[in-house]
């Protein structure tokens, strides 16, 4: 679906326990940013709690992104186990999540990604790739070193 819809009136009974797909297309992709690849899946609850709407969900997808060290594309999984929104009701009738949900996945994409934790990058001299094999030229045994002190962070 493109737009993921609660009906207050819906949860004025008993809270909603949902499992909804929303369109990967929500998230606009945009040059240069990871973009997602797959579908959203949500799971979760909506509930009324007083006059707010309180919704807790995973927020599953992946998306594909441009590693920062070897320039190759990787595909990555993207999950949050803890997203809640809690909206005061006035007098609306139905709350869009969808821009929500857009938000938490937008702010949620890393600006640097690495195409796997230890990821060898390209040989300064020559340019090859290194996580496909090691080069004859010069520079390579250093540049790895160096690179492999940033594996101490977690950079996803
Ligand atoms: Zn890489
Ligand atoms: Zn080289």
Known sequence: MKNFIIYVKQLEKKPLIFSETLEKDIVEREKGLPYLTEDISMTGKAELVGKNLLVRCSIKTAYNTTC??????????????????????TNQDIIDLTGYIR???????????????????????????????????????????RWSKLDDFDIR
């Not at 920062?68 to 993207?78: G, I, N, P, Q, S």
Request: glycine content about 10%.
């Open 68 to 89: 920062a060290r070897c320039l190759d594309t990787a595909e990555k999984e993207f999950l949050t186990d803890d997203f809640l929104v809690n909206i005061e009701i």
């Open 103 to 145: 938000e938490d996945i937008i702010l949620g994409l890393p600006a640097v990604s690495l195409c796997k934790k230890n990821c060898k990058g390209l040989c300064p001299s020559c340019g090859m790739n290194l996580n496909k094999g090691s080069c004859d030229c010069s520079g390579c045994g250093e540049e790895n070193d």
